[in-house]
Nanobody, 121 residues
Framework: QVQLVESGGGLVQVGDSLRLSCVAS????????MGWFRQAPGKEREFVAA????????NYADSVKGRCTISRDNAKNTVYLQMNNLKPEDTAVYSC??????????????WGQGTHVTVSS
């Protein structure tokens, strides 16, 4: 099992940038595909980005493509989400998730508690 703890959220202005971090503990981090998801108030949780175990493959939701970059540092057991040119519609709770299995994955096994991102206009 793996435990996930996110950080880096906050209140920012339109056009600002944020880097979210998710630190994993427990089993070997490099064995998991990692993803970021978000849930806005009153909406369903949605996929944001994912990265393969080695970091060689990534995937993004159309809504963030070109503005967000997912990366990972397996030596630090950490996955990152760099978000640029933030928009009000990016306001949400952002959670990271870990998936067992090979890329690409469709189901995630472990979830963090999330970090709040609020983009003010």
């Amino acid at each position: 099992q793996v435990q996930l703890v996110e950080s880096g959220g906050g209140l920012v202005q339109v056009g600002d940038s944020l880097r979210l971090s998710c630190v994993a503990s427990g089993r070997t981090f490099s064995r998991y595909v990692m993803g970021w998801f978000r849930q806005a108030p009153g909406k369903e949780r949605e996929f944001v980005a994912a990265i393969s175990r080695s970091g060689g493959y990534t995937n993004y939701a159309d809504s963030v493509k070109g503005r967000c970059t997912i990366s990972r540092d397996n030596a630090k057991n950490t996955v990152y989400l760099q978000m640029n040119n933030l928009k009000p519609e990016d306001t949400a709770v952002y959670s990271c998730a870990a998936a067992e299995g090979s890329w690409p994955v469709t189901q995630y096994n472990y979830w963090g508690q999330g970090t709040h991102v609020t983009v003010s206009s």
